[in-house]
């Protein structure tokens, strides 16, 4: 699987971005998809996730009622819709595809996954 981000961009306070992810080389509905993120000196951490399926997602407390996590009909692409951005926001965003045995699994930690985009790198100004 090859995943290729992007999206990011230089964004104001209050702001949006929409962050995407296309997916090649396998058949989707069979990998739980996420978005981790990684800030300067700080650790990569989980920021969203959804089911092979599309119909079930998590989020970090942090960007809950923010960010919207989805997948198209043919589930190739991922997409991280951010709205209402901060400055606690910038960071370099990875997307992340991991095989799974039922389409209803969600994966949230980055261990579960195997496969990582590139990251596209997020900055939001004050």
């Known amino acids: 699987v090859q995943l290729q981000a992007c999206g990011g961009g230089l964004v104001q306070a209050r702001g949006s971005l929409r962050l995407s992810c296309a997916a090649s080389?396998?058949?989707?509905?069979?990998?739980?998809m996420g978005w981790f993120r990684q800030a300067p000196g700080k650790e990569r951490e989980f920021v969203a996730a959804?089911?092979?399926?599309?119909?079930?997602?998590k989020y970090v407390d942090s960007v809950k009622g923010r960010f919207t996590i989805s997948r198209d009909g043919a589930k190739s692409t991922l997409y991280l819709q951010m709205i209402s951005l901060k400055p606690e926001d910038s960071a370099v965003y990875y997307c992340?595809?991991?095989?799974?045995?039922?389409?209803?699994?969600?994966?949230?930690?980055?261990?579960?996954?195997?496969?990582w985009g590139q990251g596209t790198e997020v900055t939001v100004s004050s």
């Open positions: 992340a595809a991991g095989w799974t045995s039922s389409t209803r699994v969600i994966k949230t930690t980055a261990s579960q996954f195997k496969y």
């Open positions: 959804i089911t092979g399926s599309g119909d079930v997602t």
């Open positions: 080389g396998a058949t989707l509905s069979h990998y739980a």
